[in-house]
């Protein structure tokens, strides 16, 4: 069965840089999450869209800013990188967020980034 | 939200069954609850999740009393592959509360 992909698996920026991490939902799904993991800790919740619209805000950064595409696909950009920004970065998938709706998220590999 | 409570860690031994159980007093009315494993490096993957009595497939069991303050994650049989962090929080929820760390030795 398909699953979340994202791109790139790895990355490596210096200080003050930017970088831009791709999510790619799994087919039909239209809820995407983005979440930050540090070393020993545990997912933080950062953002979500549904259907192209921000739907939940999460610890995001001001320096962070996300969105969905057309094709669902998401976009995590991340601006003026810090040490502390260095971590794992999920994405997770789901249908139709919507009142009522009973979810589940599926997760993607994740993206690691250090920042040096 | 509901806040979910779980053990920080458990050891166990290879064949034995391992019983996690999570505390979630104030779970929604309509919520379900999901369980996740998540390897060093790795995404969380989705276990299992149930609304009430008892869940079972090919990896494991759930089990949800009446009241739905808590449930209990099921291993049957752990082997040295189980070792990871679980993770239980409402199907609704953003937040992931602090896992529990299970150790399988030989």
């Known amino acids: 069965a398909a699953g979340v992909i994202q791109s790139p698996r790895h990355l490596i920026k210096e200080k003050r840089e930017t970088a831009t991490l791709k999510c790619y939902p799994i087919?039909?799904?239209?809820?995407v999450y983005w979440y930050q993991q540090g070393p020993g800790q545990d997912p933080q919740f950062l953002i979500s869209?549904?259907?192209?619209?921000?739907?939940d805000k999460g610890s995001i950064p001001d320096r962070f800013s996300a969105q969905q595409f057309s094709d669902y696909h998401s976009e995590l950009n991340m601006s003026s990188l810090e040490l502390g920004d260095s971590a794992l970065y999920f994405c997770?998938?789901?249908?139709?967020?919507?009142?009522?709706?009973?979810?589940?998220?599926?997760f993607g590999p994740g993206t690691r980034l250090l920042v040096l | 939200l509901a806040k979910t409570t779980q053990p920080i860690s458990m050891d166990s031994y290879e064949g034995q069954e391992v019983n996690i159980t999570c505390s979630h007093n104030?779970?929604?009315?309509?919520?379900?609850i999901t369980w996740y494993q998540q390897f060093p490096s790795q995404g969380p993957r989705f276990i299992i999740q149930?609304?009430?009595t008892k869940v079972t497939n090919e990896v494991a069991s759930l089990f949800i009393p009446a009241d739905r303050k808590s449930s209990t994650l099921s291993l049957p049989r752990v082997s040295l592959s189980d070792t990871a962090v679980y993770y239980c929080?409402?199907?609704?929820?953003?937040?992931f509360g602090s896992g529990t760390r299970l150790q399988v030795q030989p």
């Open positions: 997770a998938s789901s249908v139709a967020r919507q009142a009522g709706s009973q979810e589940t998220q599926y």
């Open positions: 869209f549904y259907e192209k619209m921000q739907s």
């Open positions: 149930g609304y009430k």
């Open positions: 104030n779970i929604a009315t309509n919520d379900y």
């Open positions: 087919p039909r799904h239209d809820t």
């Open positions: 929080l409402p199907r609704r929820a953003l937040t």
